[in-house]
């Protein structure tokens, strides 16, 4: 398991999922990956803003891909986060305050003219079934782009190996089928989720 910030700084770059995971038609964003240190924070405003990484976290990465707008179909955009956490404690605690942050504000802007409504939040713990991951999360509700016509998918969906959380999540465009966005997440992540496990020998 990774004790130093260099060592977690080459297993997240390493895990960390790109356009091929998500399926063919995804290609890196632009920027691709987020600021190196920087660690969103949703206050009692439920209006999301920069923070800086907490002391419990060695390392987090997250890249940013997308689907283009083509055949009559909107934009999806999509993210992938890996953060290395100092003890699975510490990575445990992350996931109860993901699934507090739903139940705390299930209506969220992300920026200006961009929102998240109607969302719920669904945790599963490994030993009551989950059996890719020690716990995992998964977060539904519409996003809502001034932008773009109409109320369209949104999905997160974290999962903790050890002391690794990796999280992914998708914001849907016009024409898009919420089964589509929900499978590429999900191969996303257990992408991720294996990739993880090779790395540390987890299972």
């Known amino acids: ?22 399926g063919p038609d995804y290609v890196e964003g632009k920027p691709y990956l987020s600021t190196e240190g920087s660690w969103p924070v949703l206050p009692d405003t439920c209006v999301w803003e920069a923070g800086t990484l907490p002391t419990t976290v060695l ?53 200006e003219g961009e929102r998240i409504s109607g969302l719920m939040s669904i945790g599963d713990l490994g030993d009551a079934g989950n059996l890719f991951s020690d716990d995992s999360i998964n977060e539904r509700g519409k ?10 998918f949104y999905g997160w969906t974290q999962a903790r190996v050890g002391q690794v959380t990796v999280a992914v999540s998708a914001r849907g465009g016009p024409g898009h089928i919420d089964d589509d966005l929900s499978t590429s997440m999900a191969k996303a992540s257990v992408t991720m989720i294996n990739r993880v496990e090779s790395k540390l020998g987890a299972k």
Not at 5 to 20: E, I, T
């Open 143 to 152: 996003f809502i782009d001034d932008t773009v016509k109409g109320r369209n």
């Open 59 to 111: 390392y987090s990465a997250t890249a940013h891909s997308e689907m283009p707008a083509a055949g009559g179909k909107g934009r999806v955009r999509v993210t992938a986060t890996v953060t290395i956490h100092r003890t699975a404690d510490d990575a445990d605690w992350e996931m109860a305050q993901t699934l507090e942050e739903a139940l705390r504000c299930p209506e969220q802007t992300l920026r």
């Open 1 to 22: 398991m990774p004790k130093t910030r260099s060592d977690a700084k080459r297993l997240a770059l390493a895990v960390v999922a790109g356009p091929d995971a998500w």
